[in-house]
């Protein structure tokens, strides 16, 4: 069976303290959890050293990730992070390619490459997202959109790279909007990715996890979880409150 995996993108949101405040709401709502659901968060690079120790001091579960790396292994790049420093930091995925970073920082696929490479070979998993514009797939080039982004990074993988990444399917017209995909979009554009998978990687597509993200929400994950190939979710805003993360995580059937 396939892995189930929720996993918290904080954004640019909370003060340390106020992270800490969220990781502490959460880990004891997690007493609850299905021990089957992964559950990731994602605070910003700031809060990751004092984060990664209370979890640790809680002896909880609870897997963390960046939300970013930098596309170079060392040296004189100021103000990025690399993927030793976030490995140091207990991280445990990275998020890649979220349409904020494609959107506002210029993110291409070739970036995407360096960094996804950098991930694995630290010993890290990517999480990475892909989806198109609302004017896509009003157009309706969301399918050719979310290929090319599949194929410009993850066909470049080896096979063996591939097995440790974890796919996102994030409509950029769903993120932060309100806007939900129906599950049934959800649905038809994940089995998509999972054809597309298969097309390159026959034996690693069924158990590729492929998380939706867009206004995902205590009140329409179970509906879209229960979906065949939706594997659970990227949360954004829901993330930054305990018991709306908590009740994601516990949508699952
Ligand atoms: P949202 O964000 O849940 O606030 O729409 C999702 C994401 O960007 O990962």
């Known amino acids: 069976m396939r892995r189930k995996i929720v996993a918290g ?49 809680k002896k909880s579960k609870i897997a963390l990730a960046a939300q970013n790396c930098a596309y170079m292994e060392s040296g004189a790049y100021t103000g990025e992070v690399s993927v030793d420093m976030l490995k140091e930091l207990s991280c445990k995925y990275v998020i890649l390619g979220h349409s904020e970073r ?20 630290a010993g890290m998993k990517p999480i990475f997202c ?11 080039q969301h399918f050719e959109v979310v290929a090319a982004q599949i194929k410009e990074v993850l066909y470049k993988l080896r096979g063996v790279e591939f097995a440790n990444v974890v796919v996102a399917y994030e409509p950029v017209w769903a993120i932060g909007t309100g806007k939900t995909a129906t599950s049934d979009q959800a649905e ?3 089995a998509f990715i999972r054809r597309a998978i298969a097309n390159k990687f026959p034996l690693y597509a069924e158990d590729t996890v492929i998380l939706y993200g867009g206004s995902c929400k205590p009140s329409n994950a179970k509906e879209l979880f229960s979906k065949d190939d939706v594997d659970g979710g990227l949360i954004g805003g829901a993330a930054l409150v305990a018991q709306d993360f908590a009740a994601i995580i516990k949508s699952f059937d």
């Open 102 to 121: 494609r959107e506002y920082f210029g993110e291409s696929s070739e970036t995407l490459l360096k960094k996804i490479n950098l991930v694995l070979n």
């Open 188 to 190: 038809e554009m994940h």
């Open 9 to 57: 993108n904080w954004k640019m949101n909370t003060s340390v303290a106020e992270g800490e405040l969220l990781v502490d709401q959460i880990t004891f709502l997690s007493k609850d959890f299905d021990p089957n659901v992964e559950v990731i968060i994602a605070p910003p690079f700031t809060h990751l050293s004092r984060i990664a120790d209370v979890l640790k001091s």
């Open 130 to 140: 892909v989806g198109e514009k609302l004017e896509e797939r009003e157009s309706k």
